[in-house]
């Protein structure tokens, strides 16, 4: 039996895809092993999004060839975005790599394998981007916490973005696939699950000519033994009454919102072509804010988009000041070939970029920090995820997504178990983290 490793870079999304090739091989009589030493064959699953996660998954290739070069395994494989989007130089360039699996053929991975078995070298399964979800293969590794896929592919082209040649066209599962899914997740005790897409919030229209996150949210919300649902990356363009609802009138729905805004200045927005404006993004954050009570709104903006000068900036700044959102993430634009902003004039430089990523950050650990200091002597419900040191447990509540936000710690004597949820009185914070004595 041949042992695979598969490394994922980037998202979310390809964690899930890395999770469907574990899935396709280990019912294909492939051993999945996570110590490389022992790997017959090691996949890449790489990310290509901006020129940062582009270089990241470079440096892990270049290390990963050096398993091969030493003879410890015998196929390099890359997949994901990556490896799509530059192929053809991945393997003129890179000796060892013997493989090439696009972000929309993960379900040749055993093929391609099997080929190489057969002495053929070099192969590439790619320009397959508008694949539809593998509804037939069955995740076969539960944590307490999984993402769930509710679409894939986008239609927005905002012009920064090469995700659409990446990802394809939009693409919703039906809903009874997806309820189907977290079904079977839950039976293998998985308590919270965390619904992604290039943009969730457009769940459905493709497939049902309507938008269905309130449907989708109304069905996943009746599933026994799940606890927690979690959204990510929902466009900001059509919250509608059903959809606010649905979020608010379902207890397992965490009140915790995802909303890329990217930026506030309505030309910035334009030339970014995003489909909203700096007044529907008011309106919509007051909305949320006054039918959701303690609702968690995080958002990611870009800073340095071709033509952000000083005062589009300042806007930006005095946003994040006055509104004052939970969680924010900040990214320098990246100049993307094969994007439409890649040839606008007025592109910004690098310094300039990262010192308005940075002067924004500054600002958002002053707002972070201070919205803490709000929610001690509050009591909260607590996943368990680890143990931090003796008598210290690591969790999270409604208010943290893993990976991206903060975390809660909990003191007590008592012995906890991850995946347990307990009650915990919030004793203290830092910029991103509370901590709390456990009550129950
Ligand atoms: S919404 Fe815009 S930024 Fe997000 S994946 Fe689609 S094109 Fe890219």
Not at 197 to 213: P, R, V
Not at 296 to 325: C, M, Q, W
Request: glycine share 6%; proline share 2%; net charge negative.
């Amino acid at each position: 039996m041949k042992n695979i490793s598969i490394v994922t870079l980037g998202c979310s999304k390809n964690e899930i895809d890395s999770e469907l090739m574990m899935g396709i091989l280990q019912t294909s009589n492939y051993k999945i092993t996570n110590y490389l030493d022992e790997a017959d064959v090691i996949v890449i699953n790489t990310c290509g999004f901006i020129e940062a996660a582009k270089e990241e998954s470079i440096e892990t290739i270049w290390e990963m060839t050096r398993y091969k070069r030493e003879g410890k395994c015998k196929y390099i494989i890359l997949a994901g975005c990556l490896a799509e989007r530059y192929y053809k130089e991945l393997l003129q360039e890179i000796d060892e790599v013997d493989g090439i699996i696009g972000t929309g053929n993960i379900k040749d991975i055993v093929n391609l394998i099997m080929r190489l078995e057969n002495g053929e070298s070099k192969l590439v399964f790619t320009k397959n981007i508008n694949e539809e979800y593998l509804e037939e293969i069955r995740r076969q590794n539960f944590r307490t916490t999984e993402y769930v896929k509710i679409s894939e592919g986008c239609n927005n082209y905002c012009t920064y973005c090469i995700i659409p040649k990446l990802r394809g066209k939009y693409r919703s599962r039906k809903i009874e696939d997806i309820v189907k899914e977290v079904q079977y997740l839950v039976e293998n005790g998985v308590k919270e699950v965390i619904l992604i897409g290039q943009n969730t919030a457009d769940y459905g229209i493709d497939i049902y000519g309507e938008y269905k996150l309130s449907n989708l949210l109304d069905r996943l919300n009746e599933i026994e033994d799940l606890k927690w649902i979690r959204i990510l990356y929902l466009y900001p363009d059509h919250f509608d009454e059903k959809l606010i609802e649905s979020i608010k009138n379902n207890d397992k729905v965490l009140k915790y919102l995802d909303i890329p805004l990217q930026h506030i200045n309505n030309d910035i927005l334009r030339r970014m072509n995003r489909r909203t404006t700096k007044e529907k993004i008011i309106d919509l954050i007051d909305t949320l804010r006054k039918e959701i009570p303690d609702i968690i709104i995080r958002t990611t903006f870009i800073v340095g988009f071709p033509g952000e000068d000083e005062a589009s900036f300042n806007e930006l700044y005095e946003f994040v000041k006055d509104t004052r959102l939970d969680k924010v993430g900040v990214f320098a634009y990246s100049r993307e070939e094969g994007t439409p902003a890649y040839n606008f004039n007025n592109q910004v430089d690098e310094e300039t970029k990262n010192y308005m990523r940075d002067k924004i950050m500054e600002l958002q650990s002053i707002i972070s920090y201070e919205l803490n200091k709000e929610k001690i002597g509050k009591t909260y419900e607590v996943l368990i995820e680890g143990i931090e040191d003796e008598g210290l447990y690591v969790g999270r509540t409604y208010m943290d997504s893993p990976d991206i936000d903060g975390v809660y710690y909990v003191k007590t004597s008592e012995e906890l178990q991850v995946g347990e949820f307990v009650k915990a009185k919030t004793i203290d914070c830092y910029e991103y983290d509370l901590i709390g004595e456990i009550i129950e």
